[in-house]
Each structure stands twice: as C-alpha cells, then as structure tokens.
C-alpha cells in the first residue's frame, strides 16, 4: 500500500501475523485429528451384516470423573473417554430392555495417549440382570491401541451363527481390573456391541448364466426385525 505525507511518499508493506497462521495451523490439525478419530469409531466393511445395538440400552458406571461419565464414552469420537473415579475394579454396566443376541463386541484402548490409565487386564460378564452374572471371557494386554475385539466363541447361551459365537443376555457388565503400571484410575474410550441385522439377508444364488438372480427389490431384501424397532412402554 502506498500513503502520500506530504512531498514524500511512504511504502507500507502487509506482513502477515505469525501468530495467525499459527492458529490456522492448531485448527486445521484439530480438524484432522477429529476427524481421524470419528472415522476410527466406524464399523470395517466385514460388519455390513451387523448391527450396532449399543444405543439399545441403559449405561451405568461404578463411578466417574465430572464430564468423563457415560456420555463421553458414547460419544462417537474416540477423542472423549470414560475416567472412573474410585477403587477397582471399575464396572461398566450395560442394560438391554430385552433379550439381545450379541455377536460382537469391541472396546477402544489408546495407552498412547492414556498411559497409566489404560486398562491392562478385563473381564466380562453376562447374565439376565446384575445378580446373576456369569464370567464368560477375558482380556489381556501391554499398551493397546484402538479397538480390541472380545472373544465370544463357547460363551454359551447363543451357540454359533455362521461361525461366529452368540452371546444371548440383558446385561452385560464390564470390568477394568488392572491397569498399566499399577494405575488406579482406568480410561475407556468406546464401546460397541453389536447383533446380526436381520435386515439383511445374503444374495440369491446365481443362475445358469453365472449371474446373480435379482428380484424386483434387489439381491439384498431388506425385512425389519420386530425387537430392533423402537421400544415400547407397555
């Protein structure tokens, strides 16, 4: 830009703000980092026959820090995360309306970023209500990053479906029992529980042609199961 003072004529050059572009910078990478984590709470391609029926249900926690309770766990950003507040072990306890047949089961660890708050040893537990809980499987593991899947195969009460094992329950309990280097206080940043869709059922077989057979709606019918509908008060 250019100022005429008098007789003379004065040049002002723009300089840009450091401290601006730095910003610029700190939000572009918090937008990334964002993003990166809400992609990480995805489900992969192989569970498009699966459902997630977390949102089914009622959570409760043994304790919890101020703002890092239930909500912050189901947040779909792994960037949120659920810190217990008191003695282990620290339960998480999950309440479905109805019986539910579970067929996945995930949890998100990052001891990257949790350290000493990272769960080392789980265990977990299904029955029809909190009193009568069963111990079916078991977790262990040094410094996890992202999800960590719970094995269900011979948990019993579900048998197998297409040779995966089936975990049949109305509640489904959680339990941190160690952390890294002796932690008191455990981080849990996801959950996911999943069920068949039902919806969803395999393609048709394939004709003399070599081609799949497609109906007037698709390969693919689509039929909505009763209890994944919304709850009813009755």
Same mark, same amino acid.
């Given at each position: 830009?250019?100022?005429?003072?008098?007789?003379?004529?004065?040049?002002?050059?723009?300089?840009?703000?450091?401290?601006?572009?730095?910003?610029?910078?700190?939000q572009?990478?918090?937008?990334?980092e964002?993003?990166?984590a809400l992609?990480?709470?995805s489900?992969?391609?192989?569970?498009?026959h699966?459902?997630?029926i977390?949102?089914?249900?009622?959570?409760?926690?043994?304790?919890?820090?101020?703002g890092?309770?239930?909500?912050?766990?189901?947040?779909?950003?792994?960037t949120?995360?659920?810190?217990?507040?008191?003695?282990?072990?620290h339960?998480?306890?999950?309440h479905?309306?109805?019986?539910?047949?579970?067929?996945?089961?995930r949890?998100?660890?990052?001891?990257?970023?949790?350290?000493s708050?990272?769960p080392?040893k789980m265990?977990?537990a299904?029955?029809?209500?909190?009193?009568?809980?069963?111990?079916?499987?078991?977790w262990?593991?040094?410094?996890?990053? @992202?999800?960590? +899947? *719970? #094995?269900? /195969?011979?948990?019993?009460?579900?048998?197998?479906v &297409?040779g995966e =094992?089936?975990?049949?329950?109305m509640?489904?309990?959680?339990?941190?029992?160690?952390?890294?280097q002796?932690?008191?206080?455990t981080?849990?940043?996801?959950?996911?529980i999943?069920?068949?869709?039902?919806?969803?059922k395999?393609p048709?077989?394939?004709?003399?042609? @070599?081609?799949v +057979? *497609? #109906?007037e /709606?698709g390969?693919a019918?689509l039929?909505e199961? &009763?209890?994944? =509908?919304?709850?009813?008060?009755?």
């Open positions: 830009m250019v100022e005429r003072t008098g007789s003379r004529v004065a040049h002002t050059l723009a300089v840009p703000d450091p401290l601006e572009d730095d910003d610029a910078s700190s572009d990478s918090a937008t990334d964002e993003d990166i992609s990480s709470s489900p992969p391609a192989s569970f498009t699966l459902r997630e977390s949102p089914l249900a009622s959570w409760t926690v043994s304790t919890s820090k101020p890092c309770g239930v909500p912050a766990l189901l947040s779909p950003s792994t949120s995360f659920w810190q217990s507040d008191g003695p282990q072990p339960l998480l306890n999950i479905f309306f109805k019986l539910v047949a579970i067929v996945k089961l949890v998100y660890l990052d001891f990257e970023l949790d350290e708050y990272t080392t265990s977990f299904a029955g029809m209500g909190e009193y009568d809980l069963v111990e079916f499987g078991e262990k593991g040094e410094q996890p990053k @992202g999800w960590v +899947e *719970v #094995g269900l /195969e011979g948990c019993g009460g579900g048998g197998e &297409d =094992g089936v975990l049949r329950c509640c489904l309990q959680v339990r941190v029992l160690e952390n890294h002796n932690g008191k206080d981080h849990l940043r996801g959950v996911q999943f069920s068949r869709d039902e919806r969803v395999a048709r077989e394939k004709g003399e042609n @070599g081609n +057979e *497609v #109906g /709606e390969y019918d039929e199961s &009763d209890w994944m =509908g919304e709850p009813e008060l009755r």
